[in-house]
């Protein structure tokens, strides 16, 4: 079954740093681009950016531009998303989302993760 | 960045009967060289990622029943949902990949009647 597998929920305190991850399986990972998504509590959808495993090619949204970083590890079919300085704001529910065509950004998003929730707080 | 302004906010439709869900564009999603509309419709429920219902506008993805059906060019597009299944409980959001940032619209919140 082609999946995405996300990493556990996190407790972090602001200003701590903070990696998680997204696992495919059973596809080829490195030709689909692989896009982030924030839901915010009570709150909608959130484009944060996307991947191309292939050549770690990122495109950020403009309101996320420097607040986050993406990458991946394609030997372990993995992305990664992460903040050096977390804020009480990064608290949310972080999807990662694999894009429908292979090798372009077209088709909407056809995989998603479970989703890792983020809480950040003192 | 590209606009998309989705209506109603939230919905009641009884059982059986149609939803239709708007969302209207800043700007055209209509790539003229290949006439295909850049957009998709996904459907929220509590707990669960969202899933993908269509794209290019009107194309159904597999396995999504034929009640749901999308329709629309340019800068207005339209979701129906016909013969409401109790299922179908959810928040609808529409998403562009015409332009970065592919921006999603604030999403509607479909209950029953």
């Known amino acids: 079954e082609v999946q995405l597998v996300q990493s556990a929920a996190e407790v972090k305190e602001p200003g701590e740093s903070l990696k998680i991850s997204c696992r495919g399986s059973e596809y080829s990972f490195t030709i689909y681009w692989i896009g982030w998504v924030r839901q915010m509590p009570g709150k909608g959808l959130e484009w944060l950016g996307i991947i191309y495993p292939g050549d770690s090619d990122t495109r950020y949204s403009p309101s996320f531009q420097g607040q986050v970083a993406m990458s991946v590890d394609k030997s372990i079919n993995t992305a990664y998303l992460q903040w050096s300085s977390l804020k009480a704001s990064d608290t949310a529910m972080y999807y990662c989302?694999?894009?429908?065509?292979?090798?372009?950004?077209?088709?909407?998003?056809?995989?998603w993760g479970q989703g890792t929730m983020v809480t950040v707080s003192s | 960045d590209i606009v998309l302004t989705q209506s109603p906010d939230s919905l009641a439709v009884s059982l059986g009967e149609r939803a239709t869900i708007n969302c209207k564009s800043s700007?055209?999603?209509?790539?003229?060289?290949?006439?295909?509309?850049?957009l998709t419709w996904y459907q929220h429920k509590p707990g669960q990622p969202p899933k993908l219902l269509i794209y290019w506008a009107s194309a159904r993805e597999s396995g999504v029943p034929d009640r749901f059906s999308g329709s629309g060019s340019g800068t207005d597009f339209t979701l129906t949902i016909t013969s409401l299944q109790a299922e179908d409980v959810a928040i609808y959001y529409c998403?562009?990949?015409?332009?970065?940032?592919?921006?999603f619209g604030q999403g509607t919140k479909l209950e029953i009647k």
């Open positions: 700007q055209t999603l209509l790539y003229s060289s290949n006439s295909k509309n850049y």
């Open positions: 998403q562009q990949y015409y332009s970065h940032p592919y921006t």
């Open positions: 989302a694999r894009h429908k065509d292979s090798r372009n950004q077209y088709g909407g998003f056809d995989i």
